[in-house]
């Protein structure tokens, strides 16, 4: 990783079988653009995992998958973020449908595991496909994850000796 106080080199790799998430990706790629951020973005099927510590900021895109679960094109995304150090910036966003019991559940499961894990900065969930009001949360949502990386880097500085 290559925490510096210059821009910072940002991922969003996601997951989309019919378009939501794809499309809600494109919105998140807008608000980056907006924030001044010049995000690299990747269907996770062309994500090299081995590139994952090259990054500071690596933002999450998922649909839900049978009974709240995370696609099976995402799980080893999922593991290799699980063993990154905890100075990895993060946020994941998803799409679901209120219709099944486990709303957008993919998107809790990885947010406990970047909770955990990661400097989790923002979620965010929209049903199906996003309409053009949710540019405005994709907005807030970009916003967190740049004032958390900012606040982090600023954290390690103080720490120093
Ligand atoms: C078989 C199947 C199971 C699903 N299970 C869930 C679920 O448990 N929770 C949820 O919120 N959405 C669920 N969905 C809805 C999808 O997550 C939702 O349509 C999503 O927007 C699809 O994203 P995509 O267009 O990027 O593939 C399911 C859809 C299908 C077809």
Known sequence: MALTNSKPK???VYASATGHTERLTEMIVD???????????FPVKEFDLKELL??????????????????????RLFEAIEQQSGDLVTGVFGTGDRCFATYCGAVDLFRDMLHAKTQLAATLKVEQMPSAEDRLRCDAFMNSVWRKYSQHVENLVAAKP
């Open 31 to 41: 608000a980056s653009v907006s924030q001044g951020l010049q995000p690299e973005v």
């Open 54 to 75: 090259r990054y500071d900021i690596v933002v999450v895109g998922t649909y839900t998958w049978m009974n709240g679960e995370i696609p099976r094109q995402l799980h």
């Open 10 to 12: 940002i991922a969003i």
